[in-house]
């Protein structure tokens, strides 16, 4: 079994840059496909990255891309989502998410295991 513990959340102006990381226990991290959702108030949660768990393939949200990296390394049983170029709309309680395969998918019904998350604010 994984727990997951995410930080680095807080309060960004627009156009700034946070760096999330979800640090996991157990032995068997590597064999894990990591991700990362949000959440909004008032809003379902949705998909925002993902890696499989060799690292070798991604998949973000198409209003993501060029702006978010999801980096892993499993040496350190850490998974990040560095967040570039904020913008209100990112505002959002973030989890990161655990999966027993390979594919990094964006269903989140699919995943094992969640962190608590941690809170992301954007102002304008």
């Known amino acids: 079994q994984v727990q997951l513990v995410e930080s680095g959340g807080g309060l960004v102006q627009a156009g700034g840059s946070l760096r999330l990381s979800c640090v996991a226990s157990g032995r068997t991290f590597s064999s894990y496909a990591m991700g990362w959702f949000r959440q909004a108030p008032g809003k379902e949660r949705e998909f925002v990255a993902a890696i499989s768990r060799n690292g070798f393939m991604t998949n973000h949200l198409d209003s993501v891309k060029g702006r978010f990296t999801i980096p892993r390394d499993n040496a350190k049983n850490t998974v990040h989502l560095q967040m570039n170029t904020l913008k209100p709309e990112d505002t959002a309680v973030y989890y990161c998410?655990?999966?027993?395969?390979?594919?990094?998918?964006?269903?989140?019904?699919?995943?094992?295991?969640w962190g608590q998350g941690t809170q992301v604010t954007v102002s304008s």
């Open positions: 998410a655990a999966r027993n395969g390979v594919v990094p998918i964006t269903d989140n019904d699919k995943y094992d295991y």
